[in-house]
């Protein structure tokens, strides 16, 4: 019965819209969502979010990759008086003439391990006096030096076990993206598809009651009706013919907003299908709890907020006490009235510097920051598990929720064949006079009310049913994780 009523409702809306065949847009629920998630502001907002996480990513990246970088002054041209300090302290104003262009070549490579930094430098000054006619080259032909941060915190190793969760986060992030638009149009689907039920059972109503009501003024010229029954007919049309108009207006709104949201320009009519292929896969909460775990951003957030507590911690305990950094450098460098000159016999340099900083009185500022942080990664801690809780039980409750609606809408299938049976025996039994008009007026009711019913058991099936996937990220039908290129 309910496939046959399926085969009504179908007929029955493209007969409604054959006027503009050509113009009229037929969408099963598969269609609508593909459409809404290939158009809509939703799916362009997912994808610019995981373009920009995936560029994030790769500066993260780049971090950890040698470095060349060519810089200088080229030219450094001066034309002018500048202030000289003379012997006895006074300042005479000297011209200066002259150009101090300077190249330098640095490639440098970080150590994750400890956080120190490797330098390769290569740099050239040429310094010319134009008043007196003289060029000198000051250069080093090549150095090598190291500098090591002691005592501190250590941003690239802290870095590289937080920022790749942070980008598969991202990743599965515009996967459920993809299925949140998936549960948003559903919705949108059903209004309409709710409305144009409404319209067909509200045209229906209407015609059927016309009919009835020339019938029954037959009778009552034949006084076998009352005129209390005549009247209740009228008002059974009046309300009728209000129907239809509440529903015409109900499609243009749920069409809008359903155009709207896909991306569908034009003014063409959509004629939505009934979903018949109804899914009868069956789930456990074991398997989309782990399912979930394994695939859902919110299951790699858990890890990545606690990691991002133990590294505040650590960049708190980084900054207290002794801080030291050690340079270490070793090269050539020499100087010279020609370029060739200056890699020439080179002269050695070595540079060694140790800078280190102790606080002596800070009124226990460093200690507050290390107990703030300590403080802070236990009550994210607290706070995590917490979440977990909550996450665990939103999955046990929709995979309850699932298979209750895949079982109601069973039972609303069935209701709407009995209801539909009820109102053609009743229409019968009234034009064959063994039916009051009241029990007829109820028949109406109960047939339109079981109709609208299945479509709302639909709407809550399908509802569960693109719940169930976005909090899992797995197809149950096809037995997959959910991917997206």
Known sequence: MKFLYTILLLTISSAAFCGGANDTLRLTLQQVVELAKANSIAAKQAATVRETKYWEYRTYKSNYQPQLALSGTLPDFKKTF???LQPDGTILFQPVHNDNSALKLDFSQSITATGGTIYGTTQMQRFTDFDRHNILYNGV???IAYAQPLFQFNKLKWDKKIEPLKYNESKQAYIEAQENIAVTVEGYFFDLLLAQVNLHVAETNYTNTQKIMAIANTKFEL????KNDILQLKLELINAKKAVGTAKRDIEVATLNLRSYTGQEGDSKIVLMVPENISRMSVNSDKVLAEAYANRSDAIAFLRRIAEAKRDVAKAKGETGLTATLNAN????NTSSSITGVYNNPQNQQIVQLTMSVPILDWGRSKSRTKTALANQQLVEYTVEQDKQTFQQQIITQVSLFNVMKEQLVYTAEADSIASEKYHIASERYVLGDLSITDLGIAFRENDQAKRDYITSLRDFWGAYYQL??????????????TYQ
């Open 141 to 143: 032909p090549y150095s």
């Open 469 to 482: 996937r976005y909090l899992s990220l797995y197809d149950f039908e096809n037995n997959q994780k959910i």
């Open 330 to 333: 070793l090269g050539f460098s």
């Open 223 to 226: 006084g076998k009706v009352s």
């Open 82 to 84: 500048s202030q000289t």
